[in-house]
Nanobody, 124 residues
């Protein structure tokens, strides 16, 4: 079992930056691929980024590539999402998730544990 708690959301102007943090408790954090998803009002929950067990590989949605960076610190059981050059269309609730799957990390179905989310609002 893994418990995930996100923090770092807030209100920011377009062009600004935010850093989201996800703290994990439970066993074997390093055995999970970690991902970030987001859900805008009345829309599906979409993939944002994922990072493999030791941080060796990262994956991004096209919409955030070059602006967002995912990282993890297995010693601190933490995964971060650095978001730069934010746009109003980045406004959403952002969720941290842990996957025990061997692939398909852009798909929600492959994630076993989810946090409660943190809200990000980007004003124009």
């Amino acid at each position: 079992q893994v418990q995930l708690v996100e923090s770092g959301g807030g209100l920011v102007q377009a062009g600004g930056s935010l850093r989201l943090s996800c703290a994990a408790s439970g066993r074997a954090f390093s055995s999970y691929v970690m991902g970030w998803f987001r859900q805008a009002p009345e829309k599906e929950r979409d993939f944002v980024a994922a990072i493999t067990w030791n941080g060796g590989s990262t994956y991004y949605a096209d919409s955030v590539k070059g602006r967002f960076t995912i990282s993890r610190d297995n010693a601190k059981n933490t995964v971060l999402l650095q978001m730069n050059s934010l746009k109003p269309e980045d406004t959403a609730v952002y969720y941290c998730a842990a996957s025990g799957s061997r692939g398909g990390w852009s798909q929600k179905i492959n994630y076993n544990f989810w946090g409660q989310g943190t809200r990000v609002t980007v004003s124009s």
